[in-house]
């Protein structure tokens, strides 16, 4: 079974900083890369940040750029969001998922900006 367990969510003034965590099973982790999305009240959802199944290279959507950082633990299965500064833009609902065509969803973790 391919679970993606999102967490570290909550409510947070502007400027402050969140870490995500999606911890993963039921797949080879370290074949795959990996990508943050959110979607944000009436919006579609988006991809925030990507990063390759080694680590090594890593993208982030143009709003995001220089704020956050995507990273992954090949050995305990998981990625992190590390988010800084943030906005009330960035308020959303944040979800993890490999990158391939077919896609498993979790239940995502709720960001929320204030201020």
């Known amino acids: 079974q391919i679970l993606f367990i999102e967490s570290g969510g909550g409510l947070v003034h502007t400027g402050g900083s969140l870490r995500l965590t999606c911890r993963t099973s039921?797949?080879?982790?370290?074949?795959?890369?990996m990508s943050w999305y959110r979607r944000a009240p009436g919006k579609e959802r988006e991809v925030v940040a990507s990063?390759?199944?080694?680590?090594?290279?890593?993208t982030y959507a143009e709003s995001v750029k220089g704020r956050v950082t995507i990273s992954r633990d090949n050995f305990e299965k998981t990625v992190y969001l590390q988010m800084n500064n943030l906005k009330p833009e960035d308020t959303g609902v944040y979800y993890c998922?490999?990158?391939?065509?077919?896609?498993?969803w979790g239940q995502g973790t709720q960001v929320t900006v204030s201020g």
């Open positions: 998922q490999w990158d391939v065509p077919s896609q498993v």
């Open positions: 990063i390759t199944n080694t680590g090594g290279t890593t």
């Open positions: 039921g797949f080879t982790f370290s074949r795959y890369g």
